[in-house]
């Protein structure tokens, strides 16, 4: 499954911004979705998830300014950031999970299929 990314770009603090992950294909609402971002010099870290049947699970330091959502029949997730802040700044990477287990959607490790990522920039 190849994953698309895109949205990604330089903004202000306090801007908002809509990043997309598209996949091909027929068993897009057979995933659960991921976002996850590394900023430069740090390790990747979960942003948000989005399960199969809709629940959603947030990063604390995004909870309450960004919001997962998934449009099955158009094979496309997004995240829509808001009140971003410089710290935010980071590639963003989507990432699919087959698995259906909803209790490890915050780690990495358990998602297959990985987009090429897209850049967010934040300046202050």
């Known amino acids: 499954v190849q994953l698309q990314a895109s949205g990604g770009g330089l903004v202000q603090a306090g801007d908002s911004l809509r990043l997309s992950c598209t996949a091909p294909?027929?068993?897009?609402?057979?995933?659960?979705m991921g976002w996850f971002r590394q900023a430069p010099g740090k390790e990747r870290e979960f942003v948000a998830a989005?399960?199969?049947?809709?629940?959603?699970w947030y990063a604390n330091s995004v909870k309450g300014r960004f919001t997962i959502s998934r449009e099955n029949a158009k094979n496309v997730v997004y995240l829509e950031m808001g009140s971003l802040k410089p710290e935010d700044t980071a590639v963003y990477y989507c990432a699919a999970d087959p698995s259906g287990e909803v209790s490890t959607l915050t780690y990495s490790n358990k998602y297959k299929y990985w987009g090429q990522g897209t850049l967010v920039t934040v300046s202050s």
């Open positions: 989005v399960s199969r049947s809709g629940g959603t």
């Open positions: 294909g027929r068993t897009f609402q057979n995933y659960a």
